[in-house]
């Protein structure tokens, strides 16, 4: 299992709008093999779930460790996780999440979950967190090495830096604009 990767699995999942089967195939566009087990019950889990898991994001965000752990052992508690060792490549053992008879969501869930788990065990439990861009409510799994990430993707970066730039330029107008009349005033 590529642990990492199911952790920034669980941070797409939480910022994807999967409103029908149709959005949560789109949502597995690169796991095709899943589509055709696509059933409406597995978009309402993982609606319900999504809810659920964002608060473990925010709890990270506020570096309540603490609060991140009982969150995230508490869905354990109610998702239980069946790891297997998966043969369908003999040449390749690896474990899954889930039995081959899960729905497409109790494996979503089940990756999420061990994902964000060993990732908490690993790293930390301060490595998960929200956008800082005020018009953005996406949240994201932050790998770098000094935890410094504050934004979900560059998009969301470059707007904040830009918003900052145009802020500081107005700032300094401003203030040429307040010199200006009191320099006129002294002559």
Request: aromatic share 4%; hydrophobic share 45%.
């Amino acid at each position: 299992m590529d642990f990492l990767r199911y952790a920034e699995r669980s941070a797409a999942l939480v910022n994807a709008e999967l409103p029908d089967e149709a959005a949560l195939r789109e949502h597995l566009a690169d796991r095709s093999w899943l589509h055709r087990s696509v059933v409406t019950d597995d978009v309402a889990a993982l609606e319900t779930f999504r809810a659920e898991l964002r608060p473990v994001f925010e709890a990270s965000q506020a570096d309540d460790v603490r609060l991140v752990v009982s969150q995230l052992n508490d869905l354990l508690a109610r998702h239980p996780v069946t790891p297997m060792i998966s043969d369908h490549d003999p040449t390749h053992l690896h474990m899954h999440v889930a039995n081959r008879a899960a729905s497409v969501a109790e494996l979503l869930i089940g990756e999420a979950l061990m994902g964000l788990a060993t990732l908490v065990c690993d790293l930390g439990a301060t490595r998960l967190g929200t956008c800082s861009e005020p018009k953005c409510d996406h949240v994201f799994v932050d790998t770098s090495p000094n935890q410094s990430r504050r934004y979900c993707s560059d998009r969301c970066s470059s707007r904040a830096n830009v918003a900052a730039f145009r802020a500081r330029q107005k700032a300094v107008r401003a203030q040429h604009d307040g010199d200006a009349p009191a320099a006129a005033a002294a002559q």
